[in-house]
C-alpha cells in the first residue's frame, strides 16, 4: 500500500496551480444526467472520487468517459437501469447525488443508502425529505433508497440544516419538475452556486442561490453545456496551510479567491500576510512567527470544515492557545492523536480542541484516516523535524490530485513510497 515520506524542516517558497473543484465536480457530473445529449466538463480533478462517480455512472448505463487530460464527457441518454448498488455508493457518499437526477428524468430510481463514514453518522433524511416535498414516493427497503414519481410537482422544502448535497440533490430533482419549488435554508457553498449556474446554462431556471432561499421553476427539458470547473478552494487552502506551517512563501493561482474568504481571516489571525487578487492569493509569515486563533468550523460562508485539520496542524507550532471547534460533522478530530504522535500538545473537550503551541513537531510514522486529516497531516510533517511517514495515503488521493509533485514544485522533500 502506498505511503509519503515527508521530511521536513524545508521552507516552501514558490506558486502552484490547483487543480478543479473534487466537490464541484462529483455535484456537476450528476447534473450531467439531467441533460438530453452530451455535457462535457473541463478542468476535472483526475482523483479516485471522481474515477468512483464515473464507474458509477457507467454502472447506470450511462456513457461517461475522460477525453483528454482534464476533460470529461458524459451523456446520460442511454442510461438502461437507474440503481445505483450498494459496493459503488459506499465507497464515496457524494454517490448519493445520482437519485434526485435519476428520479427526475426517468421516474424512478433506487440507491443503497450511504451509511456512516470515518467523520460521522451522516444522515441522508433532508435529501429524502426534499423528494418527498416533491411528491416523489419515497421508501427505505434493507439499506436502499427506492424513489419513484409519476412526475414530480414544485414544492417548499425548509431544510433543518445546512446540507450541501442535500441542497444539490433537491435543486437537481427539482428542475423538471412541474412548477415551482422553494428551497428554504439552503446551503450556500459556492458549490452550489456553481451547480445552479451550470443547470441555469442547461436551460433550467434556477434563482437565488449563494443565499438561503433558492427558487427554481421547472423546465421540459435540459440540454447539454461545455464547463470548465472551478479551481479547489479547499486545495487552494491546504496548500497555504503547508507553506505558512513551514514559515514559507507561497502563491496558490486558479481559484476564485472570494470562496476562500473564512480561510484567508483564519491564516491572517494565525499571522500570516496576504496578498489577494481575485484569482491568487500568495501568504507568508509577518515576522515568521505565527499566533493563536480561535476556530469555529460553520456552513459557507463560515470556516469549513473540510479545512479544520490543516489548520489545527498549522497552530500546532504557533504561540499561544488555539482553540478549534468542529460543529459541522461530529467525529472529525481523528487526526489528533496522529497530531500527538508528532509532539503537538492538544486537549480534546467535546467538539472543541486546545492546541497549545509547541516550538516545533517531530516526524513520526503516522495513519491517514479520512482525506483531510490526511491532508493536516502532510501540513504539520512538512513543518516536522525529521521523517514522517503517512499511511494509507489513498484517503489523500481521493481529493488531491498529484499532491507530492505540487508540493515538490514548492521545494519540499516528499516523496511516495510503493
Ligand atoms: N446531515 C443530516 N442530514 C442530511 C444531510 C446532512 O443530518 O440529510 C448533516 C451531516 O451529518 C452533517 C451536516 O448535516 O453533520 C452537514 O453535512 P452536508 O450534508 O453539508 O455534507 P455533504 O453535503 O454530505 C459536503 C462535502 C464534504 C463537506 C461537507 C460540508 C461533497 C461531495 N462533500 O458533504 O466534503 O465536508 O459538504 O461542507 O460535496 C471532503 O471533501 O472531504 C468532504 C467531506
Not at 125 to 137: E, I, P, V
Request: charged residues 25%; glycine residues 12%; aromatic residues 2%.
Amino acid at each position: 500500500m502506498d505511503r509519503i515520506v515527508v521530511r521536513g524542516g524545508t521552507r516552501l517558497a514558490g506558486e502552484v496551480t490547483v487543480s478543479g473543484s473534487k466537490n464541484s465536480a462529483l455535484a456537476l457530473m450528476c447534473a450531467a444526467l439531467l441533460a438530453e445529449g452530451e455535457t462535457r466538463l473541463r478542468n476535472v480533478p483526475r482523483l479516485r472520487d471522481i474515477e468512483a462517480m464515473l464507474d458509477l455512472l457507467r454502472a447506470l448505463g450511462a456513457r461517461a468517459e475522460w477525453a483528454g487530460d482534464h476533460e470529461m464527457c458524459i451523456d446520460g441518454s442511454s442510461i438502461s437501469n437507474p440503481e445505483a448498488p450498494y459496493e459503488l455508493v459506499r465507497k464515496m457518499r457524494a454517490s448519493f447525488m445520482v437519485l434526485g437526477p435519476l428520479l427526475a428524468r426517468f421516474g424512478s430510481a433506487r440507491v443503497s443508502e450511504p451509511g456512516g463514514c470515518a467523520i460521522g453518522v451522516r444522515p441522508i433524511d433532508q435529501h429524502l425529505k426534499g423528494l418527498r416535498a416533491l411528491g416523489a414516493k419515497v421508501r427505505l427497503d434493507h439499506g436502499v433508497v427506492e424513489a419513484t414519481t409519476s412526475g414530480l410537482c414544485g414544492g417548499r422544502v425548509v431544510f433543518d440544516l445546512n446540507t450541501v448535497n442535500g441542497t444539490q440533490n433537491v435543486m437537481m430533482a427539482s428542475v423538471l419538475a412541474s412548477g415551482e419549488t422553494v428551497l428554504e435554508n439552503a446551503a450556500r457553498e459556492p458549490e452550489v452556486v456553481e451547480l445552479a449556474d451550470v443547470l441555469s446554462r442547461m436551460g433550467a431556471d434556477v434563482r437565488g442561490a449563494g443565499g438561503d432561499r433558492i427558487t427554481i421553476r421547472g423546465v421540459s427539458a435540459l440540454r447539454g453545456i461545455e464547463h470548465q470547473v472551478s479551481g479547489d478552494r479547499i486545495e487552494a487552502g491546504t496548500l497555504l496551510c503547508a507553506g505558512l506551517a513551514t514559515r514559507g512563501d507561497v502563491t496558490v493561482t486558479g481559484i476564485d479567491t472570494s470562496s476562500l474568504e473564512s480561510t484567508l481571516d483564519k491564516l491572517q489571525e494565525a499571522g500570516a500576510t496576504l496578498t489577494t487578487e481575485p484569482s491568487r492569493v500568495r501568504a507568508e509569515v509577518g515576522g515568521g512567527r505565527l499566533c493563536e486563533v480561535q476556530a469555529v468550523t460553520a456552513p459557507f460562508p463560515g470556516f469549513p470544515t473540510d479545512m479544520q485539520a490543516q489548520l489545527m496542524a498549522l497552530v500546532c507550532t504557533a504561540e499561544g492557545s488555539s482553540v478549534i471547534t468542529e460543529r459541522v460533522f461530529e467525529n472529525r478530530f481523528m487526526h489528533v492523536p496522529e497530531l500527538q504522535r508528532m509532539g503537538a500538545d492538544i486537549s480534546l473537550a467535546g467538539r472543541a480542541a486546545h492546541v497549545r503551541g509547541v516550538p516545533r513537531l517531530g516526524g513520526a510514522p503516522v495513519m491517514a484516516t479520512d482525506l483531510r486529516a490526511s491532508a493536516g497531516l502532510i501540513v504539520a510533517a512538512l513543518a516536522a523535524e525529521g521523517d514522517t511517514t503517512v499511511n494509507r495515503v489513498y484517503h489523500i488521493d481521493r481529493g488531491y490530485e498529484r499532491i507530492e509533485e505540487k508540493l515538490r514544485g514548492l521545494g519540499a522533500e516528499i516523496r511516495r513510497e510503493g
